[in-house]
């Protein structure tokens, strides 16, 4: 379920456009970081999902708005379901404005003023909230203490437990984590999981490298270049508008009476890059097997390809030929003794058997095999190949054709680092911005920057990391 939706937005601050044809699409269950650059408009986005600032074109539709209505809320964008916790006070109770820094440890001994308590500051809802969420927050010790004096730490457990007791359904955080030192940052970051866990949507701006691993989904703002913030092409941002390659809904796999999806719901779009995470056994294969046209039971169940539901008169080819696929056994089905060069040749046409190819087939070969480092493979027979060696064979073969869905399962197995990064900045580099790809591994420094998205599955059930 779509929980709120930028379409084509540019957002304008002091007059000024700051994103410019702007899409992003959040649904219910993700938890977003929203990274980037300092200028690239991730504070100004925040705001303009309050309403805060105005949209010089597109839309910005909240669904989430219109289920709380069916159901008897009375939402608008001032409403208390979406809360912005910036960590700078704007709750007009408090201002640091006319004050000076020292006065935080005087007010304890001041009997002059009458400082604002955190008692005050948190003088929402009834009684019993405002005591669950102290409690909850750790801040049940510190009711009587002016909120002046808190601590970093404390001062955001507060402005949190504040915006908490409005019960949003969505949590928007402008950098949580500066200033906090690193026993605080794993301690914040620990309760916004909880909160992740309980149900509340979470979008969280703060620098790359303090995404925590419980983060679903990472929108990536490019740097502001002549008042614009581009984003990377990889990126939701620029491809949640457009049409979904991938659409699961409640899948669920059986085999023998187990369970091997569960339930699993999962949309991709058009130039998006996916991680597929998870231990063995999680039904991570089973999940591609699903995309490539490989199991039966998509037909029993909401599968939809490039906008088609399986089952609706497409045949395994119309869907293999959108797909470039590698898995770790696919050496293992060549019967023929064929050549390296040719077994990647034979991705154009989807088979493991070899077939006449046209000059520029053979020429994108080549292109392929030297820019992997493996032009000197071309001629020799590819089962005499090391498992490092057929690897990247296969993965010429996987992106010979240009295809739209580029399915990588493990590709890098058996490569050494040299290899392994020599094909991370190929696929960094050379993917356009029209091939979407997903990318499982077990080991996460593997997976090229240009994945922003992650699924974890965890037996057979979609899970946050």
Known sequence: MIVFQLDRATVVRNREPVLHTFTWTVRAGEAWAVVGPTGSGKTTLAEA?????????????????????????????????VALVA????????????????????????????PLSLADFLKLGTADARAAVCARFGLAGLLHQPFMTLSNGQTRR?????????????????????????????????????????????????????????VTNTLVLGPAARGFASAVPSTRETASGLEPIVQLTDVTV?????????????????????????????GKSTLLSLLCGDHPQAYSNDVRLFGRRRGSGETIWDVKRNVGLLSPEFHLYFGEPLTADRAAATGFFDTLVDRATTPEQDARVRELFAVLGIAHLAGRPFKHLSTGEQRLVLLARALVKRPPLV???????????????????????????????????????????????????????????
């Open 49 to 81: 999902l309050l309403g805060k600032h105005p949209l010089g074109g597109g839309t910005l539709t909240w669904p989430l708005f219109e289920r709380l209505r069916a159901a008897g809320r009375a939402v608008d964008y001032t409403s208390q379901a």
């Open 87 to 114: 960590f700078k006070e704007d709750s007009r109770l408090f201002s640091y404005a006319g004050r000076y820094y020292q006065q935080r440890f005087e007010f304890a001994d001041s009997g002059s003023d009458t």
């Open 158 to 214: 507060a402005r949190l437990a504040r915006a908490m007791l409005t019960n949003p359904e969505v949590l928007v955080l402008d950098d949580p984590f500066i200033g906090l030192d690193a026993a605080a940052r794993a301690d914040l970051g620990a309760l916004l999981h909880e909160l992740v866990r309980d149900g509340t949507c979470v979008v969280l701006i703060c620098r790359e490298d303090a995404v925590p691993a419980w």
């Open 254 to 282: 059986t085999h023998t009476g187990h369970t091997i999806l569960d339930r699993v719901s999962w949309t991709v779009r058009r130039g998006e890059r996916w991680a597929v995470l998870g231990p063995n056994g999680s």
């Open 407 to 465: 399915i990588l399962d493990e590709p890098f197995q058996g490569m050494d680092a040299a290899a392994t990064a020599r094909c991370r900045d190929y696929l960094d580099r050379e993917l356009s911005a029209e091939q979407t790809l997903l990318f499982v591994t077990h080991e996460p420094s593997e997976l090229p920057r240009c994945v922003t998205q992650t699924l974890r599955l965890d037996k057979g059930k979609v899970v946050s990391p």
